[in-house]
């Protein structure tokens, strides 16, 4: 997960659990760890299709029957990323309330911070911008990254970037646009810095992207989605890189080029359809009914 190379990681998974799937060994502490790892890579080169949440429930399942506290939390992470992603916001916090009761049970203090990040990020999209910036800020300003066992390898996603890139969106939605883009450009370039594709995929598609298209930095834009389009395709990112094409149509539209980005915004929404972001999805459609209207 650290060097993201998460196709191939999926690839070797699916290869052992095919050989212990057919001996004797179901509901061993290896296949759960595959399980997991599998869950992990399945959410960013296929989307969270049934197979990814169908290997994060069976992760969990043998984690709680063997009593793993760190896989059930990363299970229960993978299971909110997983009904997050599907638009199942709701059901997303329950597995946020669950992961933050847990955590707040170990040694580790900034486990119960990420839950108390996951709880404000699904209560941002559920439409709590109060209670979600409450969250994310308390999250940020007590955080503080482990020693040992990164949360980048636990937890997919460096956390003050994934952090800050919520903070950012509630910003955009509470009527701070200057602040919110600050914070995006802060953001990308701390991710740069840590070198982990995954995040600064994250930064730029759940910040800077799209918060330079509401702002009218086209400039901005222009340049983010060019770094999407290229770390997602290098690292076989496939979600990600559908997303960085509904973004570049939605900047051509912007740019009052309609009749050509209008069928390619068309075309790039069908494809991010396909990879299951839902969310993603339902989120890009006012690009779409904006460029219709602007066509006429």
């Not at 009593?67 to 992470?77: I, V, Y």
Request: one cysteine or more; proline letters at 3%; aromatic letters at 6%.
């Amino acid at each position: 997960m650290h060097l993201s190379l998460l196709d191939e990681c999926r690839g070797r998974v699916e290869r052992a659990l095919s050989i212990i799937e057919s001996s004797s060994t179901g509901g061993s502490r290896e296949e759960m760890r595959l399980y997991a790892a599998l869950g992990a890579s399945l959410i960013y080169t296929r989307g969270p299709a049934p197979e990814t949440g169908a290997a994060w429930t069976n992760a969990l399942e043998i984690a709680e029957k063997i009593n793993d506290t760190e896989c059930q939390l990363r299970a229960l992470r993978g299971l909110w990323a997983f009904r997050l992603n599907t638009g199942e916001y709701r059901t997303s916090l329950t597995f946020a309330q669950r992961f933050h009761s847990l955590a707040a049970g170990q040694p580790d203090a900034a486990d119960a911070l990420i839950g108390t990040r996951m709880i404000g990020t699904s209560q941002h999209y559920l439409g709590d911008q109060t209670d979600a910036r409450m969250n994310i800020e308390r999250m940020l300003a007590a955080y503080i990254p482990p020693v040992h066992r990164p949360h980048t390898i636990r937890f997919q996603l460096d956390q003050r970037v994934t952090g800050r890139a919520t903070l950012a969106r509630i910003l955009w939605v509470q009527g701070f646009p200057d602040q919110a883009m600050c914070l995006a450009r802060t953001n990308v370039e701390h991710a740069r810095e840590i070198d982990q594709a995954v995040s600064l995929c994250n930064a730029l598609s759940d910040a800077a992207c799209p918060i330079a298209l509401f702002v009218g930095d086209l400039a901005a834009a222009e340049h983010w989605i060019a770094m999407l389009l290229d770390h997602s395709e290098k690292h076989a990112l496939g979600a990600w890189h559908a997303l960085g094409r509904v973004f570049e149509t939605v900047l051509l539209v912007r740019r009052s080029e309609i009749s050509k980005g209008l069928p390619l915004l068309r075309s790039a929404l069908d494809g991010l359809r396909e990879t299951g972001f839902l969310h993603r999805y339902l989120g890009s459609l006012s690009a779409f009914a904006q460029a219709v209207d602007r066509a006429g």
